[in-house]
């Protein structure tokens, strides 16, 4: 490709190499292989490094975690996904967000980390990890809105409430995600997967949001 800018058909491309690692493993456990590294110019004179899809082994003992799988390749950024999450919230603030990079819309949402930066760098310790979902949970009465778990994020995902500015990060509507039901390309699935699993593919997709959002 040159110099140019990185075309919309080699970034899904390579989105749709890690989709079908996702479509192929979602809900049964793996063991993960160090993935490959493919070489990207993003602008004319960035050139970052992005992770392939890692190689998966099955295992199936491996304790399952709830997680949402994005398939940016089916994303049409009709957004209601964005609608539906807002309006299951008290607060009426979406947990999911459409953006458009590069001429392809791209859900964003937290991926529950298995070791989140964004827990580490709380300095009130507002936000936790549930032991058992893997969940990384807010106490809205504890944030301060100092924003230290978006800037520490890799991929900025976490947003603050407009008015009251504490942290909004996914919760998964305690189980049941409002944001899969009503997507009407399967560009959501909610499914289990262990965490190696998850740390695997979330970290691919964490590159992406780190290049849309960064």
């Known amino acids: ?97 459409i953006v458009k990079y590069n001429e392809q819309y791209i859900p964003i949402l937290c991926i529950q980390c298995t070791n989140p930066p964004c827990v580490a760098k709380c300095p009130v310790k507002a936000l936790t990890v549930n032991a058992e979902t893997g969940l990384v949970t807010v106490d809205t009465n504890k944030c301060i809105g100092c924003q230290l778990c978006h800037e520490s994020c890799p991929g900025h995902v976490p947003e603050y409430h407009p008015e009251r500015k504490y942290a909004i990060i996914c919760d998964l509507c305690k189980g049941d995600p409002a944001c899969v039901k009503v997507c009407p390309t399967g560009a959501l699935t909610y499914v289990e997967v262990p965490s190696n699993y998850k740390e695997a593919i979330g970290s691919w997709i964490l590159t992406v949001y780190s290049k849309v959002k960064g």
């Open 1 to 97: 490709m040159g110099t140019e800018e990185i075309s919309r058909r080699e970034f899904l491309k390579v989105v749709s190499v890690a989709c079908a690692g996702i479509i192929i493993g979602a809900g049964v456990g793996y063991t993960v292989a160090p993935p490959k590294t493919i070489e990207k110019t993003v602008t004319k004179t960035v050139t970052t490094t992005v992770s392939g899809t890692p190689s998966l082994t099955p295992t199936p003992t491996a304790k399952g975690y709830p997680w949402i799988l994005v398939d940016i390749s089916k994303c049409t950024g009709c957004k209601r996904c964005e609608e539906e999450c807002a309006k299951v919230h008290a607060d009426g603030v979406s947990r999911v967000s």
